[in-house]
């Protein structure tokens, strides 16, 4: 299977073959990760500690993934605020129509 180098932004041409296995499998686990995330909030608008918790992904995981699928414009924040588990207040997220 050929891939796209663009489709590898992480990976590194000072040793190919090692990078781009890495590089395929971060793509791989990646796409996972933003499935999870839009499967969690098909159940409704979540902050991102509720979007770990249904998801079962790690709160650090969830957080490097929402902004890549807000760019791509298949979630946007509600513009309401929530209260994270810690406490500390959290944008909420919900999924776009176009991406329904």
Do not use: C
């Amino acid at each position: 299977m050929t891939t796209d180098l663009q489709d590898l932004p992480l990976f590194r041409q000072s040793n190919p073959a090692t990078s781009r296995a890495a590089a395929e499998a971060s793509k791989k686990f990646r796409g996972e990760h933003e499935r999870r995330i839009l499967e969690a909030l098909e159940l409704g608008p979540a902050h991102r500690d509720e979007i770990a918790r249904r998801s079962g992904l790690e709160q650090s995981a969830v957080w490097r993934r929402l902004a890549a699928l807000e760019r791509r414009g298949e979630i946007e924040r509600t513009g309401e605020v929530a209260r994270g588990e810690s406490g500390m207040k959290q944008g909420v997220y919900r999924i776009t129509a176009a991406s329904r």
